[in-house]
């Protein structure tokens, strides 16, 4: 099988798909960049009782910034993310930490395990869904967002992706709504019948339904991780 994965080379997908006999093409599409903000006033996480963030370059905003996490409530979106923030959590005293698989999990994870009075300051990007926010608002949680990095389409994307004929690829990997909205119009026209698209999760999977109106089919992987991208191609 050859896949495309649209996603920045990663040694974790590249050698559990390569190992599985699949032929993959990492071609990136965003680029992220981790602001640098004044912490005073509201954006200061001393006035929070709890840090919400959603991906790595949150945890890298986090790190970057020296943030003092002493006696906070942690609340992550994904294993890998989880695995960045409780590494540098380490180093401080008294801190909870709970990760669930992505966002609406992640609100019911903390509407059940902390008080509602609870204040969260969100460390988010400039494409957030505004899933997790929705529902901690419903249950009158406070909820401050900030944006602490921004995600574009890299540049020279679209030249890359005129160098390949992607006609050939049976499965391609999908890793975010931004994403899609970057890359579904051009590749609608160009990928092949049979070809099966696949997101990194719902709300992706929700993203491709309305750019490709339900042409392709599209499979969710189950987790997060390279095991479940790993899974919904052996299963086609």
Request: a negative charge.
């Amino acid at each position: 099988m050859k896949c495309l994965l649209l996603h920045d080379p990663d040694p974790r997908y590249d050698n559990v798909l390569s190992d599985n006999n699949i032929q993959i093409t990492n071609l990136p599409v965003l680029q992220t960049t981790v602001l640098n903000l004044d912490h005073s006033s509201d954006n200061s996480p001393a006035k929070h009782d709890g840090i919400i963030i959603s991906s790595k370059h949150g945890a890298k905003f986090l790190i970057k910034n020296k943030i003092d996490i002493s006696g906070k409530s942690l609340a992550i979106v994904g294993p890998a993310t989880a695995k960045i923030v409780r590494k540098y959590a380490d180093q401080f005293d008294d801190v909870t930490l709970v990760w669930e698989d992505n966002a609406s999990l992640l609100s019911q994870t903390i509407l059940s395990s902390f008080p509602r009075s609870h204040s969260w300051i969100f460390y988010c990007g400039n494409k957030a869904l505004d899933i997790l926010p929705s529902i901690l608002s419903e249950h009158g949680v406070r909820l401050k967002q900030l944006v602490v990095y921004t995600v574009d389409k890299r540049p020279e994307f679209d030249k890359d992706l005129s160098l390949f004929d992607v006609g050939v690829f049976q499965a391609v990997v999908f890793f975010s709504p931004s994403g899609v909205d970057y890359t579904g119009e051009f590749l609608r026209d160009k990928l092949s019948d049979g070809c099966v698209l696949v997101a990194f999760g719902k709300s992706t999977a929700a993203a491709l339904s309305q750019c490709f109106s339900n042409v392709f089919v599209i499979r969710i992987c189950e987790h997060p991780t390279p095991s479940g991208v790993l899974d919904v191609l052996m299963s086609l």
